[in-house]
């Protein structure tokens, strides 16, 4: 089957990583989960000290730090496995926090872009489809209620065992996030105008999936 490369962009919690993953399993393609790549840049910072809105100095360190995305789903920085520990709610803040410099976000745009230059991808993040990958042969923006999207964060924190938060903190928490990624100067969250929206409020994770896999089709003409 001839290779493509899909973008798929959203709003945090839309389920856009689980998707991807699925996506990747059913063509045999590799997932590039971009937010993992702002997520180590906070989590250093926020190790180093470093002040989230110092873009000169952060920037710098980004010149001497090494990210690794597995295929199989794992994130190196600077050769410390730190998959679960990006994950941490203050690391998440923190992350849409670097993501507003456009220092920052230049640099990770770039080895983004290094990293897909074969076809074969599956990148999520916020500007995918209008930044990093234009050229994405599907696009889609994954979408969801902010009610049911702090329903599926509260339900895995429960089956992972973490420290549950309140729905309601939950759901403050994501709309001040849609608010910061979607109100940034510099490469806002949006939907690319010849993307796809698929508001996944009311469909199961296998019903997106699908509609997923049908674009792909479209796009190489072949069973996928
Ligand atoms: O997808 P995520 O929640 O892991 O992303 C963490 C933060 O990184 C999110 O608040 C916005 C930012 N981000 C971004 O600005 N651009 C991307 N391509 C991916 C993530």
New binding site residues.
Partial sequence: MRKINVAIDGP?AAG?STVSKLVCERLGYVHL????M??CTAYKALQEGIDLTDEGRLTEMLGNTDIVLTPDGKVFLDGEDVSLKIREDNV?MA??KV?MLAGV?SELVLRQQEMAKAKGFVM?????GTV?LKDAEVKIYLTASVESRALRRYKQNEKEGLVLQDLSVIEKEIAE?DY??MHREH?PLTKAADATEIDSSDMTIEEVVNAILDLCRKQTGEDA
């Fill in positions: 945090s856009k989960d971009t937010g993992a702002y997520r998440s992350a849409s993501s976000r999520d993040g916020r500007d995918i990093v996030r910061q990624d490469s």
